[in-house]
């Protein structure tokens, strides 16, 4: 159908899933490696090398664990991901919950939430349509156009540009530096601490 349940329960190399408009599944990987079980209107895989996946745009894709780089991309329903072990894109997906992302993050045009627990690379999201949450960044982190609440914990330095002020409340710690662009019409609160005593605030009149 058009809405089929995906279970990938894990890929031992590179794991690249993208949407269509097509009512069917069609898999790339070594037949060798490929172990694949219908059940129902879903399908549960799993590859020992790389795999390569269309699917309908509406699918719901559940991700146990990939050992390489994941690329998702079209896809209209909700994503849950596991472990990801190599570096992980997402674009053009809706609400997502990732686990673990143990390389590099890039999220752009998420049509939803976006929820992470922890990502030991560098990270960037722009164009979040709901709350982005990440709760734990190793590296550095990059945000923009987040028309949801923000909240997370950077260990490296952090960038936000905010166009719009939609959501109620931002919780943003950097053990690094912290630069924030916010429009100048907005009607917001700020509470800001800096262990290393420096503060800096810029208007178009002034920079205090």
């Not at 950077?154 to 630069?179: F, P, W």
């Amino acid at each position: 159908s058009m809405t089929p349940e995906i279970f990938i329960q894990q890929v031992l190399g590179d794991l690249s899933v993208k949407g269509w408009d097509q009512a069917q599944v069609m898999i790339q990987a070594d037949p060798n490696d490929l172990t694949i079980e219908k059940q129902d209107d879903g399908i549960h895989l799993s590859c020992h090398g790389d795999c390569s996946i269309r699917l309908p745009q509406g699918a719901t894709i559940k991700v146990g664990s990939a050992h390489s780089d994941a690329h998702f991309k079209y896809l209209q329903d909700e994503l849950v991901l596991g472990t990801i072990h190599g570096s992980l894109t997402l674009r053009s997906v809706a609400k997502t919950q990732i686990d673990t992302v143990h390389g590099d993050f890039s999220a752009k045009e998420v049509d939803g939430s976006l929820h992470v627990r922890v990502i030991y690379g560098n990270a960037a999201a722009r164009e979040i349509m709901g709350d982005c949450v990440l709760k734990d960044v190793q590296g550095n982190l990059d945000l923009r156009e987040i028309e949801g609440q923000i909240t997370t914990n950077c260990s490296g330095n952090v960038r936000m540009r905010l166009e719009i002020l939609s959501g109620t409340d931002y919780q943003v710690k950097a053990d690094g530096n912290l630069h924030c662009n916010l429009p100048q019409d907005a009607s917001v609160k700020l509470a800001m601490n800096s262990d290393a005593e420096i503060i800096k605030v810029k208007t178009p009149n002034s920079a205090q």
